[in-house]
C-alpha cells in the first residue's frame, strides 16, 4: 500500500512556509523525503529512522511520528528553489530486511517570486 | 558523497527491440540496486529490488521476462527491456544503497525510453 500524502499540490510566495504530510496505514521502518524537479531524478533530502526523530538542515526539516504512522515535511521561507515535486518514501516494519521503498503519489510544490 | 550514474541518458528506438540501460555506483559499493518507473506527473513505481550475485526480485505485476536484470557486481547493475513496445516508453530511473540498515536510496539520473 502506498502511503498517502498531503496536499498534492501547494502554491506558494516565496518566503511563505508549507508543511507537507505522509500518512502511512502500516507500520513503519523509517520515512525518507525526496525533491524531484522536472525531467531530473529525485534527489534525497533527509531519513528519518526512530519515533520522535526530527531532522532539519537550512530551512528543510521533518517530523517522525512512529504511533501515527506519519511524517512531516516542513519548509521554511521558500526560496524559488523550492519548488519540485516532494515523495515521502516509506520502509515498513516487517518487510523482510530488503530495503526497498514504497512512494507516496508525490506534492507539487510552486514557489512564486 | 553517493553518486550513481546511468546510461544512457535518453534512447529512442524502434517497437520489437531491445534495450540495455546501465546503472552504476560510482563511489560506493552498492549492497542493493533498485529499479523504478515514472510516468509523467506520477509517482516512482518499484519494478524490483536487485542483490550483487543473486536473481532480482520483482513486484507484483512486473514482467520478469519482460525486463531482465542482472546484477554483476556490487557497482553494476542493468536493466534490458526486450522486445519494447510504445507501451514500454517511459523515464527509467535507478538507485543503489550503501548497506540494508539504516541508510537511503540514491537516484542516477534517469533513462528516458521512447519506443516508436
Known amino acids: 500500500q502506498q502511503p498517502v500524502q498531503s496536499p498534492q499540490a501547494v502554491i506558494l510566495r516565496e518566503g511563505e512556509d508549507a508543511v507537507i504530510n505522509c500518512s502511512s496505514s502500516?507500520?513503519?521502518?523509517?520515512v525518507h523525503w525526496y525533491r524531484q524537479k522536472h525531467g531530473e531524478a529525485p534527489v534525497f533530502l533527509m531519513i528519518?529512522?526512530?519515533?520522535?526523530e526530527q531532522k532539519g538542515h537550512d530551512k528543510i526539516s521533518a517530523s517522525f511520528n512512529e504511533k501515527k504512522q506519519q511524517s512531516s515535511l516542513y519548509l521554511t521561507a521558500s526560496q524559488l528553489s523550492y519548488s519540485g515535486t516532494y515523495f515521502c518514501?516509506?520502509?515498513?516494519?516487517?518487510?523482510?530486511?530488503?530495503?526497498?521503498?514504497?512512494f507516496g503519489q508525490g506534492t507539487t510544490l510552486q514557489v512564486k517570486p | 558523497g553517493a553518486v550513481v550514474s546511468q546510461h544512457p541518458s535518453r534512447v529512442i528506438c524502434k517497437s520489437g527491440t531491445s534495450v540495455k540501460i546501465e546503472c552504476r555506483s560510482l563511489?560506493?559499493?552498492?549492497?542493493?540496486m533498485f529499479w523504478y518507473r515514472q510516468f509523467p506527473k506520477q509517482s516512482l513505481m518499484l519494478m524490483a529490488t536487485?542483490?550483487?550475485?543473486?536473481?532480482?526480485?520483482?513486484e507484483q505485476g512486473v514482467e520478469k521476462d519482460k525486463f531482465l536484470i542482472n546484477h554483476a557486481s556490487l557497482t553494476l547493475s542493468t536493466l534490458t527491456v526486450t522486445s519494447a513496445h510504445p507501451e514500454d516508453s517511459s523515464f527509467y530511473i535507478c538507485?543503489?544503497?550503501?548497506?540494508?540498515?539504516?541508510?537511503?536510496?540514491?537516484f542516477g539520473p534517469g533513462t528516458r525510453l521512447l519506443v516508436l
Open positions: 538507485s543503489a544503497r550503501k548497506r540494508l540498515y539504516q541508510e537511503t536510496q540514491y
Open positions: 502500516k507500520a513503519l521502518y523509517s
Open positions: 528519518l529512522l526512530k519515533g520522535g
Open positions: 518514501g516509506t520502509e515498513y516494519k516487517g518487510s523482510s530486511n530488503t530495503g526497498k521503498l514504497i
Open positions: 563511489d560506493f559499493q552498492a549492497t542493493t
Open positions: 536487485s542483490n550483487e550475485g543473486s536473481k532480482a526480485t520483482y
